[in-house]
């Protein structure tokens, strides 16, 4: 059993950036695939961003790419994601997700609690 922890959420305005990371524990970090996902007020959850087992892929949402970047470091057993740009539409509740089996945009087996990112215009 995985569990994960996000953490780094809060207010910004826009324009500025955010880190966010989810630390692990219970498990194998470094044999699960990982992912970031949101959801805003009313709307369902979309994904992200995902991470390869050794980082080596990275997919992201047409959305967020060239703005958001996500890592992660197996022996911290932490994902991140560096969030620049910010616009008011990327408020949300920021959620990290596990997964033994590569595809980026799910299913995940683990979820963590999620962390809010509001982004003020």
């Known amino acids: 059993q995985v569990q994960l922890v996000e953490s780094g959420g809060g207010l910004v305005q826009a324009g500025g950036s955010l880190r966010l990371s989810c630390a692990a524990s219970g498990g194998t970090f470094r044999f699960y695939h990982m992912g970031w996902f949101r959801q805003a007020p009313g709307k369902e959850r979309e994904y992200v961003a995902a991470?390869?087992?050794?980082?080596?892929?990275?997919y992201y949402a047409d959305s967020v790419k060239g703005r958001f970047t996500i890592s992660r470091d197996n022996a911290k057993n932490t994902v991140y994601l560096q969030m620049n740009s910010l616009k008011p539409e990327d408020t949300a509740i920021y959620y990290c997700?596990?997964?033994?089996?590569?595809?980026?945009?799910?299913?995940?087996?683990?979820w963590g609690q999620g962390t809010q990112v509001t982004v003020s215009s």
């Open positions: 997700a596990a997964a033994r089996t590569w595809r980026p945009t799910g299913p995940y087996d683990y």
């Open positions: 991470i390869s087992l050794s980082g080596g892929g990275t």
